[in-house]
C-alpha cells in the first residue's frame, strides 16, 4: 500500500511553454500533497504545502505564480510549472500524507524536466 | 547552524559490514523522525519511521533517536551492494508541518 505516482517521469520542452506534473496518491487519500524540487547532489527542497480544497502554501522564495499548484481531489495534485526556464530544469517530487497519518509521507518516483 | 545536519560522505564498506548513518539536529520540537532511501534518479523511499524517542527494528534496520541529544541514527546490519544509494533523514515537529530533510549521505555497498 502507500502508493504515490508522478506522470510523466521525464519532460522536455522550449523555453516559454509550460509543463504539467501530475501526483497520484492510488491507494489512499492525502488531504496533505507536498512537491519538493531536487537539483543533483542535493537533497529535497519543500517548494509548497497543498492541501485539498484550498490554496497552496508556498515556500519563501517559490514563486506562486510561476509554479501553479491544484490539489482538487483527496487523490490528485497537480504543479504547472508555468513560462519555463532552463533554470528551472530540475528533478520535482511530491509526496502525500495519508489522511489518518500524523507522520509518514510517502514519495512519488519523480519527475525530471529539462528545458531546453 | 542549519535545522538538520547529515554528514554528505560518501560512505564506503564492503559487503557484510554494519553501517551507521546518523543525523543532529537543532529543533527540539522535532517529534516525527524518520529515515529515507533514494536510488539515484527515483523518488526517496521510506524505511523507518519513529516518534518521539526510542529504537526501532525492521529487519536489517534499526532506527535510533535519542532526544537529549538531538541525535537520530540508522543501523544497517550485513549490508548489500543493493543498500548502496543515499540515505536522508527528515524530521518534523507537529501533525501538518511538512519534513525538513538532512543533505543525505551517499552509501557504497561492494561486493
Known amino acids: 500500500g502507500a502508493v504515490v505516482s508522478q506522470h510523466p517521469s521525464w519532460v522536455i520542452c522550449k523555453s516559454g511553454t509550460s509543463v504539467k506534473i501530475e501526483c497520484r496518491s ?4 492525502a488531504t496533505t500533497m507536498f512537491w519538493y524540487r531536487q537539483f543533483p547532489k542535493q537533497s529535497l527542497m519543500l517548494m509548497a504545502t497543498s492541501n485539498e480544497g484550498s490554496k497552496a502554501t508556498y515556500e519563501q522564495g517559490v514563486e506562486k505564480d510561476k509554479f501553479l499548484i491544484n490539489h482538487a481531489s483527496l487523490t490528485l495534485s497537480t504543479l ?5 526556464h532552463p533554470e528551472d530544469s530540475s528533478f520535482y517530487i511530491c509526496s502525500a500524507r495519508p489522511g489518518t497519518s500524523e507522520g509518514e509521507q510517502f514519495f512519488g518516483p519523480g519527475t525530471r524536466l529539462t528545458v531546453l | 547552524q542549519k535545522e538538520v545536519e547529515q554528514d554528505p560522505g560518501p560512505l564506503s564498506v564492503p559487503e557484510g559490514a554494519i553501517v551507521s548513518l546518523n543525523c543532529t539536529y537543532s529543533n527540539s520540537a522535532f517529534q516525527y523522525f524518520m529515515w529515507y532511501r533514494q ?3 527515483k523518488g526517496p523511499e521510506l524505511l523507518m519511521y519513529t ?5 526501532k527494528e525492521d529487519g536489517r534496520f534499526t532506527a535510533q ?7 537520530i541514527s540508522l543501523f544497517i546490519r550485513d549490508s548489500q551492494p543493493s543498500d548502496s544509494a543515499t540515505y536522508l533523514c527528515a524530521m518534523r515537529n507537529q501533525a501538518g ?4 530533510f538532512g543533505k543525505g549521505t551517499t552509501l557504497s555497498v561492494s561486493s
Not at chain 1, 80 to 84: L, Q, W
Not at chain 2, 51 to 55: D, K, R
Open chain 2, 65 to 71: 533517536v535519542d532526544k537529549s541529544s538531538k541525535y
Open chain 2, 39 to 41: 536510488y539515484s534518479r
Open chain 1, 80 to 84: 504547472t510549472v508555468t513560462s519555463a
Open chain 2, 51 to 55: 516518534y518521539s524517542s526510542g529504537n
Open chain 2, 97 to 100: 508541518t511538512a519534513l525538513i
Open chain 1, 26 to 29: 492510488l491507494d489512499f487519500q
